[in-house]
């Protein structure tokens, strides 16, 4: 096993997703830890979905749900990715990535220090480059998105989603209160505001009267958290699209996930040519 190119990334969600597959597209051995009941919003482009599912394909690639290192080493070999149960990166000590990416987007840190790996990376708001991490990439849109910052932190989380399509909170519906969900719509179907899309249920059963959920507008449901999910009052639970001609994007990783794996793969590659420098110039530069 090569160790040079295991990277751990914290999170399967649809921004872990893009950097993931970026990752494992450039030749790197990637392995993701998730939770035991993943939150994904944008499903169809989640490798979390594993978790629940056993195994699940975005843009092409499969991820598997893996329990111990034998496991691992096959998904390798097949050119899948593993996703393992482990909130906690139990498991970070025992493969010794070159790198661990924090992308659970949690606008906190949930645990990740720098002394995990050689590298580590924090996606988003809640870390600070040079203190509890190595290097922060900006998660917010506008001209800073992809941002490697090796010193300070990202620009704090202000609450209120991009703007799609001239929309921006209205875009983002979240739980009026607490209980199970039954979906009555699905990812990719066109809606209409007020339109019944789901239903929240104070028991498991889901009996009885439920709560409605209603779309927030006219669009493409582009996210609704999963059928039997236990959601808390004002939890996120799903995202509308108010460009109904952009369909596809409900099932392809996002320019912003792109935007930000790009800049997870140029950090990483700058550690191993640092780390390596002989494999990639020929010779190391301190025998000169």
């Not at 582009?222 to 369909?247: C, M, N, Q, W």
């Amino acid at each position: 096993m090569d160790y040079n190119r295991i990277v751990v990334c914290r999170g399967g969600g649809d921004l872990a997703t893009g950097i993931i597959h970026r990752l494992a597209k450039a030749g790197l051995q990637v392995v993701c830890l998730e939770s035991e009941q993943p939150s994904s919003i944008r499903r169809q482009v989640c490798f979390s979905e594993a978790v629940y599912d056993g195994e699940t394909y975005v843009d092409g690639m499969k991820a598997v749900r893996v329990k111990n290192m034998e496991d691992i080493l096959t998904a390798w070999q097949k050119r899948e990715v593993p996703v393992l149960i482990d909130p906690k990166g139990e498991w970070i000590e025992e493969l010794k990535p070159v790198a661990v990416v924090d992308a659970i987007i949690a606008k906190k840190n949930l645990g990740t220090y720098k002394d995990m790996a050689p590298l580590t990376i924090g996606v988003g708001p809640g870390f600070t480059a040079g203190s509890d991490v190595d290097v922060v990439i900006e998660s917010m849109r506008g001209h800073n998105l992809g941002r490697v910052i090796t010193k300070g932190a990202a620009i704090a989380n202000t609450g209120i989603p991009g703007k799609v399509g001239g929309y921006d909170k209205e875009r983002v519906i979240h739980a009026s209160g607490a209980g199970y969900m039954k979906n009555i719509s699905k990812i990719g179907d066109p809606v209409e505001k007020g339109q019944i899309i789901a239903e929240i249920y104070e028991d498991l059963s889901m009996t009885g009267e439920g709560v409605p959920v209603k779309a927030t507008l006219n669009g493409i449901l582009r996210g609704l958290i999963r059928t039997g999910y236990h959601v808390s009052k004002g939890f996120k639970i799903a995202d509308i699209d108010p460009r109904k001609e952009e369909l596809e994007n409900c099932f392809t990783i996002s320019d912003k996930a792109r935007c930000i794996a790009g800049s997870v793969l140029e950090v990483i590659c700058g550690k191993l040519m640092e780390e390596n420098s002989s494999l990639f110039f020929g010779r190391n530069p301190d025998e000169a």
